[in-house]
């Protein structure tokens, strides 16, 4: 079983950066695609960007393309999602997680992180 921790969550004005990171535990780290989600009050887990075991396929949703980017670091069992240009409508909690299948649906993923907050203040 793959623990995930994840940090970096925080408060940030609209237009500003911020960079989270995730953290596995375990060997089996590179098998599994990972992906980050996101919740807002009120609001379904919505997908926002996966990435591929080896980091040779990346995908992102529609509402953050070309804002956002993520990446992995296989030697240290990390994945990271770099934000840029926020805007309000970016908070929620962010989830790291991982599976092995559909890499946009929720369900389909085996394990996640305890979330992170982001707000955005306009």
């Known amino acids: 079983q793959v623990q995930l921790v994840e940090s970096g969550g925080g408060l940030v004005q609209a237009g500003g950066s911020l960079r989270l990171s995730c953290t596995a535990s375990g060997r089996t780290f590179t098998v599994y695609t990972m992906g980050w989600f996101r919740q807002a009050p009120g609001k379904e887990r919505e997908f926002v960007a996966a990435?591929?075991?080896?980091?040779?396929?990346?995908y992102y949703a529609d509402s953050v393309k070309g804002r956002v980017t993520i990446s992995r670091d296989n030697a240290n069992g990390t994945v990271y999602l770099q934000m840029n240009s926020l805007k309000p409508e970016d908070t929620a909690v962010y989830y790291c997680a991982g599976g092995r299948r559909r890499v946009e649906v929720a369900a389909d993923y085996d394990f996640w992180g305890q979330g992170s907050q982001v707000t955005v203040s306009s």
């Open positions: 990435i591929t075991r080896s980091g040779g396929s990346t």
